[in-house]
């Protein structure tokens, strides 16, 4: 995925992303282009696929529902660790 955080890119040749959208990719292909179209700053995103089901809610994405359940939990009673101030 390629998230714009600035500017507007075309990917290969086509496909316009702007400022706070995301363009999603096919696993098939091994090359994306990309042309800025004005001043861009963007988010590369890569990962080898989960080939599982993805569960979102809220900012927990989970592979099933009890572990949703289990993330809510968790952050709820502090088990989430502690970031440095």
């Given at each position: 995925?390629?998230?714009?955080?600035?500017?507007?890119?075309?990917?290969?040749?086509?496909?316009?992303?702007?400022?706070?959208?995301?363009?999603?990719?096919?696993?098939d292909?091994?090359?994306?282009?990309?042309?800025?179209?004005?001043?861009?700053?963007?988010?590369?995103?890569?990962?080898?696929?989960?080939?599982?089901?993805?569960?979102?809610y809220?900012?927990?994405?989970?592979?099933?529902?009890?572990?949703?359940?289990?993330a809510i939990?968790?952050?709820?009673?502090?088990r989430?660790?502690?970031?440095?101030?």
């Open positions: 995925m390629i998230a714009a955080l600035s500017g507007q890119v075309t990917i290969n040749g086509g496909d316009r992303v702007g400022e706070a959208e995301i363009a999603r990719f096919e696993r292909g091994s090359t994306v282009a990309v042309r800025a179209e004005s001043e861009a700053m963007l988010l590369v995103m890569t990962g080898e696929p989960l080939d599982q089901p993805v569960f979102g809220g900012p927990f994405v989970m592979t099933s529902e009890t572990e949703i359940r289990q939990d968790d952050f709820n009673n502090g989430f660790g502690q970031v440095a101030a």
